[in-house]
T-cell receptor
Framework: AQSVSQHNHHVILSEAASLELGCNYSYGGTVNLFWYVQYPGQHLQLLLKYFSGDPLVKGIKGFEAEFIKSKFSFNLRKPSVQWSDTAEYFCAVNPYTGTASKLTFGTGTRLQVTL | GAVVSQHPSWVICKSGTSVKIECRSLDFQATTMFWYRQFPKQSLMLMATSNEGSKATYEQGVEKDKFLINHASLTLSTLTVTSAHPEDSSFYIC????????????FGPGTRLLVL
């Protein structure tokens, strides 16, 4: 079974600071990788995803993530955060099967951006 | 596109009653839907996988007779919490995978259940 670790539980940054949230997974086969964001009072939204190809993927709102296969990592980055990025961020993984398969989520990282 | 809705958004019920939660894919057909549970300040835990026209697959530790799932059409799955108890109070979230583009899941807004 796969597992996902997010090491940063709560991150506080000032506006314009750079962001990197760690995500490591454990699984013996090929995986799909996702980052979801949950703004306060809202539902989960897909930020970006990696299935194959270029390991550096760009998502919405200026976010990007890099898949490093040798490190089993898929860290999320943003060069300059905004107050509106305050939210909970979840890394998730599912086995590559070509069809819908269950997602395993990390515990989430709460990002707080201060003005 | 890829919008998933849930109804109701919140519900309060008495202990012992049953509650039905609907999950709909509004602008796409979903071969597979998933039901998650999220406790306060915690991550999502998968409860079951719902495939259109077949029985749901439940995760270990999830009582299938308590959490009844029906996926009668390509746009609707329902979760019924039977004989609800206070410990069933939680945030229930569904997701749907689009037929033919099935690797990405789109999430509904969730249903908050409070059992008194």
């Amino acid at each position: 079974a796969q597992s996902v670790s997010q090491h940063n539980h709560h991150v506080i940054l000032s506006e314009a600071a750079s962001l990197e949230l760690g995500c490591n997974y454990s699984y013996g086969g090929t995986v799909n990788l996702f980052w979801y964001v949950q703004y306060p009072g809202q539902h989960l939204q897909l930020l970006l995803k990696y299935f194959s190809g270029d390991p550096l993927v760009k998502g919405i709102k200026g976010f990007e993530a890099e898949f490093i296969k040798s490190k089993f990592s898929f860290n999320l980055r943003k060069p300059s955060v905004q107050w509106s990025d305050t939210a909970e961020y979840f890394c998730a993984v599912n086995p590559y099967t070509g069809t819908a398969s269950k997602l395993t989520f990390g515990t989430g990282t709460r990002l707080q951006v201060t003005l | 596109g890829a919008v998933v809705s849930q109804h109701p958004s919140w519900v309060i019920c008495k202990s012992g009653t049953s509650v039905k939660i609907e999950c709909r894919s509004l602008d796409f057909q979903a071969t597979t839907m998933f039901w998650y549970r999220q406790f306060p300040k915690q991550s999502l835990m998968l409860m079951a996988t719902s495939n259109e026209g077949s029985k749901a697959t439940y995760e270990q530790g999830v009582e299938k007779d308590k959490f009844l799932i029906n996926h009668a059409s390509l746009t609707l799955s329902t979760l019924t919490v039977t004989s609800a108890h206070p410990e069933d109070s939680s945030f229930y979230i569904c997701s749907a995978s689009e037929q033919g583009l099935s690797e990405t899941q789109y999430f509904g807004p969730g249903t908050r259940l409070l059992v008194l």
